[in-house]
């Protein structure tokens, strides 16, 4: 740990470039925590957890999100990620299957029912 604060070029390091996400060690903005402080409290933990455990669990959030990106773009379409992809990709986890499936489900049902309330509101 020590040999790292010696390092002069560490500082350099600790640069993300602007795109709220880092390529090793160093800070960067933090994309989740918000919402994970939120979900962490709804799960049980405490209404104030350690940023520490925000940080792990936005490290593994980007990971995670990361990994399937690629994965998405390697499969179908070249160099796309379409919601098919995805689906593809989490089809033996059945958790997650069933939630992406609620998920379009119900993002079909909003869509239907804004485009009705858009119709009675406006004529059309």
Known sequence: MAE????????EDL?????????GQ???KRLFSKELRCMMYGFGDDQ???TESVDILEDLVIE????????????GRQGR?????????????PRKFARVKDLLTMNEELKKARKAFDEANYGS
């Open 81 to 93: 990620v379409q919601v098919e992809d995805i689906v593809f990709l989490i089809r033996k986890d």
């Open 15 to 23: 640069d993300d470039g602007g795109n709220g996400v880092d390529s």
């Open 64 to 75: 995670f999100i990361t990994e399937m990106t690629h994965r998405a773009m390697s499969i």
């Open 26 to 28: 160093g800070k960067r």
């Open 48 to 50: 104030n957890p350690y």
């Open 4 to 11: 790292e604060e010696d390092d002069p070029g560490f500082d």
